[in-house]
């Protein structure tokens, strides 16, 4: 017997024959990770003991979500997102030194080639909503503004979509925007509050949660790519801590130091100079980017 066979295959000695089948594999990285999951799994399937009906049916599962798949939707990162995953592998790469804003998941609905605008420039280009102002700065863990930061937004409307869900109904890039700071650091753009919404849950996803008695909402947020030269790049949000889901995000996306005051604001003359009509909500806030972490 080869040094890495360990017998026959018995219920009490699953993992052992499995990890030693493995022995000779060719890259070591692939090997241990096999090697814990399989380790993992094998301990899951023996806990729930599944029926071979149950088995099959966790497969059909699979099989679903894998065709549901294509350029536009990625089922599995859904699925990653709503057991926590996705958040969980965001907070191993995102260690960040104290003082630095915390990241949080990307989610799908980026678009890269959005256009850089000027400072204050509106990135609701259909009028729709309520007016809102946000504007901060850019630091570095000291407190010192960085210059030349690079900001990227993008938000649902006042319904909860974003403009790619809707193309022909919303205006191309409607609420997204690249924004460069100067040397002050400072930031500032006019938009729209965002509502809180559903991720995609016509799919194998949407039904398990459905199943599990959760539902598939998302607390309003505005996502952020903040880029800097000699910083970690940094992928985040804001949220309305008044929001209804706040306390239960589908995607376990929010953090403490996320949430932002978003104020009501009445003051003619404010609107007037911001060209907004009436009342207005604004958000101020500041976001950390920390210098590269060793690993
Ligand atoms: C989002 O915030 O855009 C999002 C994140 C995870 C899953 C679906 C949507
Ligand atoms: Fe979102």
Not at 82 to 104: F, H, Q, W, Y
Not at 149 to 163: H, I, P, T
Not at 284 to 289: A, G, N, R, S, T
Request: net charge negative; proline share 5%; glycine share 8%.
């Amino acid at each position: 017997m080869d040094t890495h066979e360990k017998g026959f295959f018995t219920e009490e000695n699953s993992v052992e024959v499995v990890i030693g089948r493995n022995a000779n594999a060719r890259d070591e990285r692939l090997k241990e990770v096999i090697a814990v999951i399989t380790r993992k799994l094998h301990e899951a399937v023996k806990e729930i003991e599944p029926t071979q009906e149950e088995w099959f049916k966790a497969i059909m599962f699979l099989t679903d979500t894998g065709h549901l798949c294509n350029e536009w939707r990625q089922e599995f990162i859904l699925l990653s997102d709503v057991l926590g995953v996705s958040m969980l592998v965001d907070a191993i790469n995102n260690r960040k030194p104290s003082g630095a804003s915390e990241s949080t998941v990307l989610g799908p609905f980026h678009v890269a080639d959005a256009p850089e605008l000027p400072m204050g420039a509106n990135i609701c280009l259909d009028q729709k909503g309520e007016d809102m102002v946000i504007h901060g700065r850019i630091l570095d863990t000291e407190g010192r503004p960085i210059a030349n930061a690079v900001l990227d937004v993008w938000q649902a409307n006042d319904e909860g979509l974003y403009d790619v869900q809707q193309k022909g109904i919303q205006p191309d890039f409607n609420l997204r925007g690249v924004f460069r700071t100067g040397e002050d650091g400072r930031y500032w753009f006019r938009a729209v509050k965002p509502k809180f919404y559903p991720i995609p849950d016509d799919g194998t996803v949407g039904k398990l949660l459905g199943d599990l008695g959760r539902h598939p909402y998302r607390p309003a947020h505005l996502h952020f790519i903040l880029k800097a030269d000699g910083f970690e790049t940094l992928t985040t949000h804001i949220f309305d801590p008044h929001d209804p889901y706040i306390n239960s995000d589908a995607v376990f996306g929010v953090k403490e130091s996320l949430l932002a005051d978003f104020r009501r604001v009445d003051d003619q003359n404010r609107a007037r100079e911001l060209e907004f009509s009436g009342w207005f909500w604004e958000v101020e806030y500041d976001f950390v980017l920390a210098r590269p972490q060793p690993r």
